[in-house]
């Protein structure tokens, strides 16, 4: 069974431009969160959708990011424009089940953004 | 957001067990205990997780003291491959969870 996976795996952007990154959970996982490392910081929630919709967006830092989960599988997060302080690595994870006590989130490799 | 405390390092040998101590005095009585690890270059991965009994997997033993103010994490014999940062995470909420990271303890294995 393939794991989470993100693409691509690093990207070098100028200061002003747009970068998208795509996460595409394990196969049949209604959630899907998004996390980030930024520099010397500890890693930080963005965000979590439970199929197609936004349950719970408390942690994007600001209206530069949108995170979209067309069709309820694969997820993109945008930032538009990047600012140097976005770079950092950027997590997806999925789960089956979050109503389950049991419940555990599987990350992916993650994205490595410089913004130059 | 529930705190968690774990000292910064650790170190051990190869094949010996290694007891990752994690301090959560501000647990409430629906938070679950979730031990997440960060190899080199991975992403996080889920290690184990329990409410107030001990637990075992196949990669660990989570023992959780009766207050629940504490908990350790025990890998019974560590391997080179183990070398990595252990976060001790308490899942508040329902399924509305997030997963709060604090700085873990970074473990590293010696030959």
């Known amino acids: 069974e393939a794991g989470v996976t993100q693409f691509p795996s690093h990207s070098v952007i100028e200061k002003g431009q747009t970068v998208t990154l795509r996460c595409d959970p394990i196969s049949g996982h209604d959630n899907l969160y998004w996390y980030r490392r930024v520099m010397g910081k500890e890693i930080k929630f963005l965000l979590h959708f439970v199929k197609e919709s936004k349950q719970d967006e408390s942690g994007m830092p600001n209206n530069r990011f ?44 993650g994205t490595r953004l410089t913004v130059l | ?31 679950y205990i979730h031990w997440y690890r960060q190899l080199p270059s991975q992403g996080p991965e889920y290690v184990i997780h329990g409410l107030t009994s001990n637990v ?52 590293t294995v010696n030959p």
């Open chain 1, 66 to 109: 949108l995170a979209e989960r067309t069709g309820g599988t694969y997820s993109t997060l945008k930032v538009q424009p990047a600012e140097l302080e976005d770079s950092g690595v950027y997590f997806c994870a999925s789960s089956l089940a979050a109503d389950s006590s049991t419940d555990t989130q599987y990350f992916g490799p």
């Open chain 2, 1 to 31: 957001d529930a705190k968690t405390t774990q000292p910064n390092s650790m170190e051990s040998n190869e094949e010996e067990p290694v007891h990752l101590p994690c301090n959560h005095s501000t647990i409430s009585g629906t938070d």
């Open chain 2, 56 to 107: 075992n997997n196949r990669m660990a033993s989570l023992a959780i003291a009766e207050d629940r103010k504490s908990s350790t994490l025990i890998l019974h014999r560590a391997t080179l491959r183990d070398a990595a940062v252990y976060y001790c995470i308490l899942r508040v909420g329902g399924s509305n969870y997030k997963l709060t990271f604090g700085k873990g303890t970074l473990l």
